[in-house]
């Protein structure tokens, strides 16, 4: 299942409306289910659709802001086939920098408690720490401790001070980050800065078998080097080998695809940046109190140099990390849709095919800017399992009932009409983009890579008790942040019991906050 998606919410509706050409690509017409469109963006039964087809039955809305959790809600309910959940936004929250800033750390996470259970979110999600604050001011923050206009405050402590209140919490998921620096070359350095600075914080789930305390995620993104464009090369290797030593660090990749492609992120300036860099229309939003995000359509050439090594980066980080610390994503849609996993599969399975694409496809930056091309490895079966359903659910925190076929399991299971030891480049690719069968909770969904049985699945998010006196203090802060800051009530920032074909609550008993 995928544990970084963008597929619900303002900004992918955003991206639907600004791109009818996106929509124009593809159309979904099968016989007995709801017609779609879309390539990169596409609608909410499509997109359950086609992640059911390749085998797949839940996913995490990457992105979700607290103001706009209804909207995220909204469209879950017309997503049918998977299970779903959302990481709450909260690395440039008004509300959790004050407490951070004043080290009231009680504060923070009965404060992250509370959101959490009205918005029905699932995790903590930490973009540009600072940086998207900073952009409400036409700035932006760079590395680790540059401080946000106003609130004083770096990325090291807003990343440090949420990982404290996450483990505190006891979530079934650790901190989910996206770091400061995205896209910018010589930002591994930030990349691992950022890693380095929880690893002293030890792992308490009070729900799951989670081992570690930070995931990155798309890391494909923030493993560049170079001080230019000019001079930009491969620092994928690098990051690896961090990862490989550090016990408390997870990645997803975020691999580019080289398609057509949406960007979208909370990373509001750096949104700014790729727009003005291509020329490209862009959509910005700023979400009161809470966050920011920005949307531009993209094109990963084959044929650029920047891109290709950027795909090489990707591949070279797949090739060099444990295959029990690595998780395979494309960001979608950042990097490239979801419905590309097939051809990653077959890059990572065949190094055939990989020499074929960096010698005849891509641009030659590939082969001199990355080492990409030096690796022999050829992903088995069992590792293409780990790094699209074991890793994510142990590091989500659900592997008591996912990514195994063990007792206890909810029989989510995949079939692909494949050989273990299958190399043909063409037929990997065909047998992972369509299921011979998918079964969910027990039954089959999908025959043949078709849908046989529309089912709609769960959403899942956590509700953690906290001490009564906290929760009290608390209420007297919100009653005033509410009443300076937001355009709504807080009884109307509330999501409702109806907004869900399902609710799957994780209860957390946390009364005693340590």
């Keep these: ?3 970084h998606t963008h597929i619900s919410g303002p900004k992918v509706n955003t ?4 791109r009818p050409e996106d929509s124009y690509k593809e159309l979904y017409l099968k016989r007995g289910l709801k017609p779609g469109t879309g390539f990169s963006i596409p609608t909410t039964y499509k997109t359950g659709y086609q992640y059911c087809e390749m085998g797949y039955t839940l996913g995490i809305e990457a992105a979700m802001p607290p103001l706009k959790a209804k909207h995220v809600h909204d469209e879950f309910v017309d997503t049918p086939q998977i299970d779903k959940g959302a990481l709450t936004l909260f690395g440039n929250n008004w509300v959790v920098m004050t407490y951070l800033k004043e080290k009231d750390y009680e504060l923070c996470a009965a404060y992250v408690a509370w959101v959490l259970k009205v918005t029905r979110g699932f995790a903590i999600k930490i973009v540009n720490p600072g940086g998207t604050e900073a952009w409400g001011w036409g700035k932006n923050v760079h590395g680790l401790d540059d401080p946000t206009p106003y609130f004083n405050i770096t990325g090291r402590e807003i990343v440090r001070g949420l990982c404290k209140v996450n483990e505190m919490l006891g979530l079934p998921h650790s901190i989910h980050v996206h770091p400061n620096d995205l896209g910018h070359p010589g930002n591994w350095k930030t990349t691992i800065e950022t890693m380095e600075c929880v690893k002293d914080i030890e792992p308490k789930p009070k ?8 995931y990155n995620a798309h890391v494909q993104f923030h493993s560049y080097g170079g001080t230019s464009w000019k001079d930009f090369e491969s620092k ?7 990862v490989n030593k550090s016990d408390h660090v997870v990645v997803d990749v975020g691999q580019i695809t080289l398609d057509e492609t949406t960007t979208m992120t909370a990373d509001g300036p750096m949104e700014y940046a790729l727009h003005m860099s291509t020329g490209n229309k862009w959509a910005n939003c700023d979400v009161e109190v809470e966050t920011g995000s920005g949307v531009v359509p993209f094109y990963y050439s084959p044929k650029g140099p920047v891109y290709s090594v950027q795909w090489a980066i990707g591949l070279e980080i797949f090739l060099n990390t ?6 395979l994503s494309t960001d979608h ?5 979801f419905t590309r996993f097939p051809r990653i599969i077959a890059w990572l399975m065949s190094k055939k095919y990989r020499d074929y694409w960096l010698n005849e496809v891509v641009h030659r930056w590939a082969r001199t800017r990355s080492s990409v091309g030096d690796s022999d490895k050829e992903y088995s079966m069992y590792e293409i399992a780990q790094i699209t359903r074991a890793n994510q659910a142990k590091v989500l925190g659900l592997s008591l009932e996912r990514g195994h076929l063990g007792v206890g399991a909810i029989a989510d299971i995949a079939i692909y009409d494949i050989g273990p030891e299958e190399k043909d480049p063409r037929v990997i690719e065909r047998a992972f983009r369509y299921a011979k069968y998918t079964f969910k909770r027990g039954e089959i969904v999908v025959k043949d890579g078709n849908i046989v049985r529309e089912t709609f699945g769960d959403t899942i998010y956590v509700d953690v008790k906290i001490d009564e006196t906290l929760e009290k203090e608390l209420m007297k802060d919100l009653n005033e942040v509410f009443r300076k800051n937001y355009t709504v009530q807080m009884e109307n920032y509330k999501v409702p019991e109806y907004l869900a074909n399902n609710w799957r609550v994780i209860k957390i008993d946390n009364s005693q906050i340590s």
Excluded: H
Excluded at 207 to 213: F, L, Q, W
Excluded at 322 to 327: L, T
């Design 15 to 18: 991206g639907r409306l600004m």
């Design 333 to 337: 849609p950042n990097a490239g849709p």
């Design 322 to 327: 444990d295959p029990s610390k690595v998780i």
């Design 236 to 242: 994928g290797a690098e990051i690896a080998k961090y």
């Design 207 to 214: 729900y799951g078998e989670r081992e570690t305390v930070y």
């Design 1 to 3: 299942f995928r544990s």
